[in-house]
């Protein structure tokens, strides 16, 4: 799944398949509904994904202004695990590990159950897609089933699952494992910011400028829960500026994301390129 080629023929701007469920849901955010932790945290079955997510340092990201779809593993999915596993992830040292599970769990933007019928993957933030199917009426991610779909946040919907899903694994392999390492983590930057633009410049073409801003916004945070020697300092300091830069139309401020995102994509190729040629 590390591959580019395969990376970029994934990355598009998908939906969820959706599926008939009985449970009434919300087709649209409640004005009252707090963030997706804020959410999650009320509705009492997700404290280790919340003490997950705090650990990975990912709880501002979510808090964001996203919008964010988020399949959310409830505590018995996690229960599902082998034994130590998640008291392993928790450990300082696998603090990108659990980033990389976590972020597998999120997709750009508000999705609903019934935006789409025949959608198969839903690319994730964490660079790889998951896999999406129907079963006996029953909406599945991965091997995980969707128990109740299109839960508003003010931020975003949050999909409840009965497994935690698992990324496949990047090892690297030989010598240069730190290396081929710091590339796979390179090429998913890479990854995102082509995603970005890709789905940002149709929605600008075709007049939705304010869309285009959204879109362009959450990749840029997903870039930033990136670990600092993913992406670089310097790539790191102008995401951050473009996020706080605010001025100008709609149209104004996609193209200054826009720039921002061209600008990390190119120091992240170069940081790639100098560690292959030292490998």
Do not use: C
């Amino acid at each position: 799944m590390s591959r580019p080629s395969r990376l970029s023929r994934l990355l598009a701007w998908t939906l969820l398949l959706a599926a008939p469920f009985t449970t009434a849901v919300a087709q649209h955010p409640s004005r009252t509904a707090g963030t997706i932790p804020q959410v999650a945290r009320t509705a009492g079955q997700f404290t280790t994904l919340l003490a997950a997510v705090e650990a990975a340092g990912l709880t501002e990201t979510l808090i964001g202004r996203g919008p964010f779809t988020v399949f959310a593993p409830t505590d018995d999915a996690f229960k599902r695990l082998p034994d130590g596993t998640v008291s392993d992830l928790l450990k300082p040292e696998n603090r990108d590990r659990l980033r990389t599970i976590l972020t597998y769990h999120v997709v750009a933007g508000r999705v609903t159950a019934a935006e789409a019928r025949a959608v198969r993957r839903a690319q994730t933030l964490a660079g790889q897609p998951v896999r999406l199917s129907e079963s006996n009426g029953e909406l599945r991610v991965n091997d995980a089933t969707v128990r109740i779909a299109d839960v508003p946040a003010s931020n975003g919907l949050i999909h409840i699952i009965d497994r935690v899903l698992i990324p496949e694994e990047r090892a690297a392999a030989g010598s240069s494992a730190g290396s081929s390492a710091g590339s796979s983590a390179g090429r998913t930057a890479v990854a995102l910011v082509d995603y970005a633009v890709d789905r940002g410049a149709a929605l600008l073409n075709d007049g939705q400028a304010s869309a285009t801003v959204a879109v362009y916004e959450v990749v840029i945070t997903s870039l930033l829960a990136l670990d600092e020697r993913e992406i670089g300092e310097e790539t790191r300091q102008q995401l951050r500026m473009a996020l706080r830069a605010s001025h100008g139309s709609s149209r104004s401020r996609a193209l200054e994301l826009r720039r921002a995102l061209d600008d990390a994509r190119r120091l992240v190729s170069g940081r790639m390129n100098v560690a292959d040629r030292r490998s």
